[in-house]
């Protein structure tokens, strides 16, 4: 079975500093991961996915990626952190891209000015 | 990027009464849609896979008979809360597939059962 695990659901920043938001999982065939925003009171936004392509993934907001097999990570980063950032983000596995997403229980990022 | 949308945004409704929730993917077709709840500072919880043109699959421990999925189109998916109590009170969020490879989400709808 498909799990997610994030480390810290609470990750404070101040503006301008490095964002790392961990995520690691566990699927028994190649995963699709994902990493999804959620502002309050909103649905999810995609940020950025990994589908077998290349490693480290861009995506949206200058966030990034980096799928590490090694160690069955995908942890998100961004080099400098916008107040704008303050959101729940969630890690997502899945076995494919029409298949069922599996969350993390979500990180709380508060960006401190 | 593809939009997905959810009506209402917001529906507050006695105990008793059934609450239907559309889903509609705006500017592509999609032959599976999932709905979800989230309870609050909690993850979403997969509650059912809504196929096109067959019946909806369900999670374990969703009642089938309480949250009714009809799928009628390529671009809209409903989900009826049937004889709603509070406990079913929750932000429910359905997702498209679109392109058979990402999943977009609708913005949500919250549900209030007094």
């Known amino acids: 079975a498909q799990s997610v695990t994030q480390l810290g659901s609470h990750v404070s920043v101040s503006e301008g500093a490095l964002v790392l938001l961990r995520c690691n999982y566990s699927?028994?065939?190649?995963?699709?991961l994902f990493w999804y925003v959620q502002y309050p009171n909103q649905g999810l936004q995609l940020l950025l996915k990994?589908?077998?392509?290349?490693?480290l993934v861009k995506g949206i907001n200058g966030f990034e990626a980096e799928f590490k097999k090694s160690e069955t990570s995908f942890h998100l980063t961004k080099p400098s952190a916008h107040m704008s950032d303050a959101a729940e983000y969630f890690c997502?596995?899945?076995?494919?891209?029409?298949?069922?997403?599996?969350f993390g229980k979500g990180t709380k990022l508060t960006v401190n000015p | 990027g593809a939009v997905v949308s959810q009506h209402p945004s917001w529906v507050i409704c006695k105990s008793g009464t059934s609450v239907k929730i559309e889903c509609r993917s705006l500017d592509f077709q999609a032959t599976t849609m999932f709905w979800y709840r989230q309870f609050p500072k909690q993850s979403l919880m997969l509650m059912a896979t809504s196929n096109e043109g067959s019946k909806a699959t369900y999670e374990q421990g969703v009642e089938k008979d309480k949250f009714l999925i009809n799928h009628a189109s390529l671009t809209l998916s409903t989900l009826t809360v049937t004889s709603a109590h509070p406990e079913d009170s929750s932000f429910y969020i359905c997702?498209?597939?679109?392109?058979?490879?990402?999943?977009?989400f609708g913005p949500g709808t919250r549900l209030l059962v007094l």
């Open positions: 997502a596995v899945s076995d494919g891209g029409s298949e069922k997403l599996v």
């Open positions: 997702s498209a597939i679109f392109n058979k490879e990402t999943q977009y």
């Open positions: 990994y589908t077998s392509a290349a490693t």
């Open positions: 699927s028994s065939v190649p995963p699709y």
